[in-house]
Nanobody, 115 residues
């Protein structure tokens, strides 16, 4: 059973950084790609950043230059580094991993960004 567990959420103020972690129950290179999503309060979930097995990275336009997705040296973790996220970036951040046609999800971690 594939499991993804997010951690690192909390309150982040303007000028501060926050790093989210997603720990997978298996080697992250078993996934075709892994992604971070955000669900703002009362809104649909939206893609924030993704990285595929070859290392290709994509960011939502709104986070380019402020957020960084990366793989950990332990090979079972990915990260999302957020620099001074704006208040509209508040939401539940979830990690997703795809193996062939199946997507796996973590439960998410709450991030609250304030000025």
């Amino acid at each position: 059973q594939v499991q993804l567990v997010e951690s690192g959420g909390g309150l982040v103020q303007s000028g501060e950084s926050l790093r989210l972690s997603c720990a997978a129950s298996e080697n992250i290179f078993n996934f075709n790609d892994m992604s971070w999503y955000r669900q703002p309060p009362g809104k649909e979930r939206e893609l924030v950043a993704s990285i595929n097995v070859g290392g290709r990275i994509n960011y939502a336009e709104a986070v380019k230059g402020r957020f960084t997705i990366s793989r950990g040296n332990a090979l079972n973790t990915i990260y999302l580094q957020m620099f001074s996220p704006k208040p509209e970036k508040t939401g539940v951040y979830s990690c997703s991993g795809r193996i062939l046609s199946r997507n796996y999800w973590g439960e998410g971690t709450q991030v609250t960004a304030s000025t």
